[in-house]
Antibody, heavy 118, light 113 residues
Framework: EVQLVESGGGLVQPGGSLRLSCAASGFTFSNYWMHWVRQVPGQGLVWVSRIYRDGSATDYADSVKGRFTISRDNAKNTLYLQMNSLRVEDTAVYYC???????????WGQGTLVTVSS | DVVMTQSPLSLPVSLGQPASISCRSSRSLATRAGNTYLHWFQQRPGQSPRRLIYKVSNRDSGVPDRFSGSGSGTDFTLTISRVEAEDVGVYYCMQGTHWPPYTFGQGTKLEIK
């Protein structure tokens, strides 16, 4: 069974940092692009970042470019999102999402809540 | 960026009745190779999103056949032939043709009338 389990969310002050993790199981992690998507509670879905199978290519939404870094450890079957210089508007539930060669989003994690507040 | 526009944003439907959600993109989602990366997701209250339809009209495993997707180019539709109580939630279309960024529609909230 495919499973994606996010962790690392919590309360952080503006300007602070947080690292999210997404542990993958039940499939060959290194065969898939992976993404982070976020959702402000009560609002819609917003794509954040993407990483290629071997980590050699990454992309970011303009709103997080230069502050967030996506990475992966295929030996540990884990996806990461390093979030620096956090802003109040980064408050959201963050989901990791699997991408099967354009057939995007067949598996999602349960999400982890990040709250940026003083 | 490709803008995805859904309508309606709120959809009250009686049980057993059909429902239809429109999704329009600001540019064609068809690739030169003949693929169209338009997907539909359902998010039930308190749950993570779940994909229902991929590449316009392909139903995911385990998705009831009352759900269907259609369309081409810039105009797409998600149809539920007979709404059931478990269909309550928010539905999103999403494009994966022109990236980055990948973009979602605003969401359509389906409720039982």
């Amino acid at each position: 069974e495919v499973q994606l389990v996010e962790s690392g969310g919590g309360l952080v002050q503006p300007g602070g940092s947080l690292r999210l993790s997404c542990a993958a199981s039940g499939f060959t992690f290194s065969n898939y692009w992976m993404h982070w998507v976020r959702q402000v509670p009560g609002q819609g879905l917003v794509w954040v970042s993407r990483i290629y199978r071997d980590g050699s290519a990454t992309d970011y939404a303009d709103s997080v470019k230069g502050r967030f870094t996506i990475s992966r450890d295929n030996a540990k079957n884990t996806l990461y999102l390093q979030m620096n210089s956090l802003r109040v508007e980064d408050t959201a539930v963050y989901y990791c999402v699997r991408d099967a060669n354009g057939e995007w989003g067949d598996s999602w994690g349960q999400g982890t809540l990040v709250t940026v507040s003083s | 960026d490709v803008v995805m526009t859904q309508s309606p944003l709120s959809l009250p439907v009686s049980l057993g009745q059909p429902a239809s959600i429109s999704c329009r993109s600001s540019r064609s989602l068809a690739t030169r190779a003949g693929n169209t990366y338009l997907h539909w997701f359902q998010q039930r209250p308190g749950q993570s999103p779940r994909r229902l339809i991929y590449k316009v009209s392909n139903r995911d495993s385990g998705v009831p056949d009352r759900f269907s997707g259609s369309g081409s180019g810039t105009d797409f539709t998600l149809t539920i032939s007979r709404v059931e109580a478990e269909d309550v939630g928010v539905y999103y279309c999403m494009q994966g043709t022109h990236w980055p960024p990948y973009t979602f529609g605003q969401g359509t909230k389906l409720e039982i009338k």
